[in-house]
Antibody
Framework: EVQLVQSGGGLVQTGGSLRLSCAASGFTFRGYGMSWVRQAPGKAPEWVAIISGSGRSTYYADSVKGRFVISRDNVKNTLYLQLNTLRVDDTAVYYC?????????????????WGQGTLVAVSS | DIQMTQSPSSLSASVGDRVSITCRASERIGKYLNWYQQKPGKPPRLLIYAASSLQGRVPSRFRGSGSGTDFTLTISSLQPDDFATYYCHQSHTLPYNFGPGTKVDI
């Protein structure tokens, strides 16, 4: 059974940093592209970042480019999101999500498994 | 960026009703359109991918159609478990935007 278990998150002040983790099990982690998707209260989900199975390619939403870094450790089967220079409008529940395709590609992402979500709250 | 719109933004329906939700993309995206269902406090759940392919273990009352810019999610006979918010999502071009959602309630 695929499992994505998230940790990290919490309350931080504007300008601060956090690291989110997503521990994966039940599938060949290195074979799948992974994404982070966030959802502000009462809003639609927003794709944040994607990383290929190998970790060699990454892409970001413009709203986080230059501030957030997606990475993965294919030995520890863990996905990460480093959040830097946080702003109030980064407040959201952050989800990690696994792509359906076992090609490890970073395009055409379709997410069939999701983490439980972790709240990041940024205060001024 | 490709913008996604959905209509209606909300609808009220009864068990057994046929429900249709429309999603429109601001540019042609072929069949790179996916539908997710979300309930409060839970992550989104994949229902339909590639516009019309049913994800495993999703009931057959869910049907997706369309291509290009116009897409539809149809629930043939609404069940109590289907009351939720539905989002379309384009996976054609970065950034991979979602629609604003359609809330289905009683």
């Amino acid at each position: 059974e695929v499992q994505l278990v998230q940790s990290g998150g919490g309350l931080v002040q504007t300008g601060g940093s956090l690291r989110l983790s997503c521990a994966a099990s039940g599938f060949t982690f290195r074979g799948y592209g992974m994404s982070w998707v966030r959802q502000a209260p009462g809003k639609a989900p927003e794709w944040v970042a994607i990383i290929s199975g190998s970790g060699r390619s990454t892409y970001y939403a413009d709203s986080v480019k230059g501030r957030f870094v997606i990475s993965r450790d294919n030995v520890k089967n863990t996905l990460y999101l480093q959040l830097n220079t946080l702003r109030v409008d980064d407040t959201a529940v952050y989800y990690c999500a696994k792509d359906t395709s076992p090609t490890g590609a970073d395009d055409d992402p379709v997410w069939d498994s999701w983490g439980q979500g972790t709240l990041v709250a940024v205060s001024s | 960026d490709i913008q996604m719109t959905q209509s209606p933004s909300s609808l009220s329906a009864s068990v057994g009703d046929r429900v249709s939700i429309t999603c429109r993309a601001s540019e042609r995206i072929g069949k790179y359109l996916n539908w997710y269902q979300q309930k409060p406090g839970k992550p989104p759940r994949l229902l339909i991918y590639a516009a019309s392919s049913l994800q495993g273990r999703v009931p057959s009352r869910f049907r997706g159609s369309g291509s290009g810019t116009d897409f539809t999610l149809t629930i043939s006979s609404l069940q109590p478990d289907d009351f939720a918010t539905y989002y379309c999502h384009q996976s054609h071009t970065l950034p991979y935007n979602f629609g604003p959602g359609t809330k289905v309630d009683i």
